[in-house]
C-alpha cells in the first residue's frame, strides 16, 4: 500500500488544537445566528501564526499558507483547511477540524 496516507501522523489532530485556541475567546455563538456580522472572526495572520507558533509540520503549514487573505469565522476557517486538507488526501493522516 505504497504511497497511500492511511496511517495517522503523530501530528494527528494539531490542527484541531490551533483552530480551537484560535476561538476560545468566541464565548457567545448564539450571536452568529442571530447575526452572522457578529460572530467572531480571525484573520488569515492569525491562523498562520497561531499554526507556526504551536510548531507544526511542514505539511500542515502548506495547508495554513493555502489560505486566501480576510477574515474567517470558525464556519468559514474550517471550510477551508478540510477543503485544503481533503484535496492533498490527508484526512486520515493529520485529521480534519470542526
Do not use: C
Not at 38 to 53: C, G, K, P, Q
Amino acid at each position: 500500500m505504497s504511497g497511500q496516507n492511511i496511517k495517522r501522523s503523530e501530528h494527528y489532530g494539531e490542527l484541531q488544537k490551533v483552530v480551537d485556541s484560535l476561538f476560545a475567546e468566541d464565548d457567545a455563538p448564539y450571536l452568529a445566528v442571530v447575526d452572522p456580522s457578529l460572530a467572531f472572526r480571525v484573520t488569515r495572520l492569525d491562523v498562520v501564526l497561531a499554526a507556526e507558533a504551536a510548531d507544526l509540520p511542514e505539511d500542515l503549514l502548506r495547508v495554513v499558507s493555502l489560505l486566501p487573505p480576510g477574515e474567517y469565522t470558525r464556519q468559514q476557517l474550517t471550510d477551508q483547511l478540510n477543503s485544503a486538507i481533503t484535496g492533498h488526501a490527508w484526512g486520515q493522516v493529520y485529521g480534519t477540524v470542526s
